[in-house]
């Protein structure tokens, strides 16, 4: 069965960047026909899909974060990374990595999420 374990910052100051790194098991990354992606919650805007990396490496993102949003991975390591850059205070949420399909906020696998808080 695949897992996923997000880890990162918990708390990140305005302006800063968010990396956040999922770190995968009992699955490769870098095989198959699905997605890896990060998803994440707040009261204010409920479920967001917020981009996904395929197997081969390609990307996509939500047009509302993909001008400071990237994804990287290391498949020596098994993990995919979400850049989240110039951060605000919108940007608090529970954040989520999951395999599944490319869009959308519907998952296989997921996480089981860690809080971020955006704050001075």
């Known amino acids: 069965q695949v897992q996923l374990q997000e880890s990162g910052p918990g708390l990140v100051k305005p302006s800063q960047t968010l990396s956040l790194t999922c770190t995968v098991s009992g699955g490769s990354i870098a095989t198959g026909f699905h997605y890896w992606k990060w998803i994440r919650q707040s009261p204010a805007k409920g479920l967001e899909w917020m981009g996904a990396i395929s197997t081969s490496g390609s990307t996509w993102y939500s047009p509302s974060l993909k001008s400071r949003t990237s994804i990287s991975r290391d498949t020596s390591k098994n993990q995919f990374t979400l850049h989240l850059y110039s951060v605000t205070s919108e940007d608090t949420a529970v954040y989520f990595c999951?395999?599944?399909?490319?869009?959308?906020?519907?998952?296989?696998?997921r996480g089981q999420g860690t809080q971020v808080t955006v704050s001075s």
């Open positions: 999951a395999q599944g399909t490319l869009w959308g906020t519907s998952y296989y696998y």
